[in-house]
């Protein structure tokens, strides 16, 4: 299987992405993966704030960010789900079935 976690938002992670998938497709079969997890980029707090002290201007930061039930700190949730969305969009069109898709750490 293949783990894209974490998945990080920036103008343009749609094209990498697609880019990234196509790459894949030259060297696996895709309709042959028993599964692609795919999860957004989320911190514990602690990790949160040392980013926010530590790297005030990163690009990471771009993105509003909230507190989930889980305790972690992560995207808004229809975000989290426009991005997540996107990806597995793109893994259909590779050739993946729907069902071996799945979505990690979006219990809330």
Not at 33 to 56: A, E, H, M, T
Request: hydrophobic share 35%; net charge negative.
């Amino acid at each position: 299987g293949i783990h894209f976690d974490p998945i990080i938002y920036q103008e343009n992670f749609i094209s990498d992405y697609t880019d990234l998938i196509a790459n894949l497709c030259e060297h696996l079969k895709m309709d042959q993966l028993n599964y692609i997890s795919l999860g957004v980029v989320r911190f514990s707090k602690d990790v949160y704030s040392d980013i926010q002290r530590n790297y005030p201007e990163s690009q990471l930061l771009i993105q509003e960010f909230v507190n989930s039930v889980d305790g972690k700190i992560k995207y808004k949730r229809p975000h989290r789900l426009w991005m997540l969305e996107q990806i597995k969009r793109l893994c259909m069109t590779a050739g993946v079935a729907e069902k071996k898709i799945y979505f990690c750490m979006e219990n809330d």
